[in-house]
Every structure is written in C-alpha cells, then in structure tokens.
T-cell receptor, first 113, second 110 residues
Framework: DTEVTQTPKHLVMGMTNKKSLKCEQH?????MYWYKQKAKKPPELMFV???????INESVPSRFSPECPNSSLLNLHLHALQPEDSALYLC????????????FGPGTRLTVT | RKEVEQDPGPFNVPEGATVAFNCTYS??????FFWYRQDCRKEPKLLMS???SGNEDGRFTAQLNRASQYISLLIRDSKLSDSATYLC???????????FGTGTRLTIIP
C-alpha cells in the first residue's frame, strides 16, 4: 500500500483565518514533505521532516507552520495567508530522506480570498 | 543553467506511436533519478526509477547516461491514457530534496 492521504481536499479561507492541512501515511516511512504547486509549474519543496525532526525549510514565510506530531502524521498550519498563496499543497513521504522515491498524496487545493 | 531541464512540449502524438523524452541535469553528483507522471489537477505519481543499466516496465523504458548527464523515457505503442505531464526528477546523494524538471506535456491523439 503506497497511500498518502490528505485532508481537506479543498479549502477556501480568508486572509485573517487560521486553518490546518493534514497528511497521513501508514507505510512506515520516516521522511515526510510539504510541497506547493502552482498551475503548470512543478512542485516546489517547502519543508522536510526526517525522523520527526524538521530537516529542511526552504525559506518559507512564517505564515506557514509545519508540525510533525508523530511518524505517520504531518500538519501544515496556515495563518494570515495572501491570495498568492492559493495553490495545490501536496504532502509526500519516503522510506528515508536520502535519495528515496517519494509518494505523493492527492493534495489540498487552497484558495485564499 | 537550470538544475534539471526538460522540453516542455507540448508533444501531440498519434495513438500507437512511440514517443521519447529527454531530460538533462547539471549536477554530476546526482545519484537518484525518477520519472513521475502527473495528470491534470492530480498529484504526481511515480512512473519508474531510472538506473544506470536502464530499466523497462511494459511499454516504458528509462535510460540514464551519466557521462552526458541525461535521462530518457521511451513510451512504445502509446495509449490515450498516457496523456499527462511527465516530470523528470533528480536527487543528489545525501540530500533529501528532489529537484523537478518543468515537465513535458504529452497528448495522445486518437
């Protein structure tokens, strides 16, 4: 089973709202990722958690706050977003962080109004 | 120079034809290579890993040329369901980051 699940599938939020995106995997993977993808562009890495520790932050604005409560779960907390943050947010996981293939969840389509 | 470069296409190919994509990468330390496909408004899905010896999975063949720093994907007997964007993805050993090419859009025409 190579399934990564994400909730919600769609999210519309105002610029003053606080919301969270959730990601879950039960493959025993030890690395989890958040990506942002705009239309007709490749995914852009935001954060990497390896063994539940934040290992990469690609200079993401602080209005995005990741959290890894345990090895199966990954959250992305959103606060005071801008309309340009509207995008598809993808979660991925891999067996380990180093060179391993990544499996993506279906994504959360976020619209900031 | 971009770290991973692909011809963005679009490639419009008749059903049953053979189509080939190339991708070049700039960092000679790159160690892991993958092809992903992404359907419109869906997530990227792993198509295949690419090994130095080349590998084949049904109608799909991937090749790696380390000397010239490029990887290729060949699709034989193309089907309508092969229509998608194909992403070339490279990982540098010891680095958790995947570097994506911009993707090549393929449309199979009936």
């Amino acid at each position: 089973d190579t399934e990564v699940t994400q909730t919600p599938k769609h999210l519309v939020m105002g610029m003053t709202n606080k919301k969270s995106l959730k990601c879950e995997q039960h493959m025993g993977h030890r690395a989890m990722y958040w990506y942002k993808q705009k239309a007709k562009k490749p995914p852009e890495l935001m954060f990497v958690y390896s063994y539940e520790k934040l290992s990469i932050n690609e200079s993401v604005p602080s209005r995005f706050s990741p959290e890894c409560p345990n090895s199966s779960l990954l959250n992305l907390h959103l606060h005071a977003l801008q309309p340009e943050d509207s995008a598809l947010y993808l979660c991925a996981s891999s067996r380990s962080g180093q060179g391993a293939m990544q499996y993506f969840g279906p994504g959360t389509r976020l619209t900031v109004t | 120079r971009k770290e991973v470069e692909q011809d963005p296409g679009p490639f419009n190919v008749p059903e049953g034809a053979t189509v080939a994509f190339n991708c070049t990468y700039s960092n000679s330390a790159s160690q892991s290579f993958f092809w992903y496909r992404q359907d419109c408004r869906k997530e990227p899905k792993l198509l295949m890993s690419v090994y130095s010896s080349g590998n084949e999975d049904g109608r799909f063949t991937a090749q790696l040329n380390r000397a010239s720093q490029y990887i290729s994907l060949l699709i034989r007997d193309s089907k309508l369901s092969d229509s998608a964007t194909y992403l070339c993805v490279v990982n540098i050993l010891g680095n958790e980051k995947l570097t994506f090419g911009t993707g090549t859009r393929l449309t199979i025409i009936p």
